[in-house]
Every structure is written in structure tokens, then in C-alpha cells.
Nanobody, 123 residues
Framework: QLQASGGGLVQAGDSLRLSCLAS????????MAWFRQAPGKEREFVAA???????DYAESVKGRFTISRDNAKNTVNIQMNRLKPEDTAVYYC???????????????????WGQGTQVTVSS
């Protein structure tokens, strides 16, 4: 089970940090990812991190967002800087279906999802 938190209402240029807590004993071997869904749009990949802290990002957030994980605390975080109105969305954390997999940008690769946390960026 995944529990996301940290969303809120901010102004353009501000920062937010989202966290996702994974329950259960097995966390380290899984790729963890963040996706987002804006109103009227499909859910899209934002960032992912594997067990060795290798990362991948959507082009739209590269240089502004940083994903990290703390395997001792079963958490994955995403630091979002220089937020833009187009970053407004519900953000979801997700856990890979398989252990020691490669990073995927397709949501079908992820079998567990958090409930989502709203991020709203005003202009």
C-alpha cells in the first residue's frame, strides 16, 4: 500500500516536496515512480528511481524536479522546484510490478498506486 502526501496550493516559482510511504517489508528492490494527471488529460510519467538510485525524468520536469528514496524508511520523495501552472495535477506514486526491473515510463509497468495528492500552482 502506498500513501502519498505533501501536495498543496503554491504560486508559480515556488517549491513543494511530495512523499510516498510504502507499507510492507519489501521496498528496496522495486522501481518507484511518480505520475501525474491534470484535469482532462491522461495520466503521465513524471519521474522514477530504481533500487540503485538510478533515475529518469519526463522532459518537462528535468532540471526542476528531483526524485529520491530512503530505503530504510520505505519512502520515495520528489522535490519540485520552480513550479509552473502547467505542473498542476494530481500526483500519484507507484511501485513496479517486479523486483529489480528497469525503469519504465508506461503506467502499465506499475502494479501498486497511491491515492494521489493534489498540487495546484497558481500563476
Amino acid at each position: 500500500q502506498l500513501q502519498a502526501s505533501g501536495g498543496g496550493l503554491v504560486q508559480a516559482g515556488d517549491s513543494l516536496r511530495l512523499s510516498c510511504l510504502a507499507s510492507g517489508r519489501t521496498f528496496t528492490p522495486y522501481v518507484m515512480a511518480w505520475f501525474r494527471q491534470a484535469p482532462g488529460k491522461e495520466r503521465e510519467f513524471v519521474a522514477a528511481i530504481n533500487w540503485a538510485s538510478g533515475t529518469d525524468y519526463a522532459e518537462s520536469v528535468k532540471g526542476r524536479f528531483t526524485i529520491s528514496r530512503d530505503n530504510a524508511k520505505n519512502t520515495v520523495n520528489i522535490q519540485m522546484n520552480r513550479l509552473k501552472p502547467e505542473d498542476t495535477a494530481v500526483y500519484y506514486c507507484a511501485k513496479d510490478r517486479t523486483q529489480y526491473g528497469t525503469i519504465h515510463k508506461q503506467e502499465t509497468a506499475y502494479g501498486s498506486w497511491g491515492q494521489g495528492t493534489q498540487v495546484t500552482v497558481s500563476s
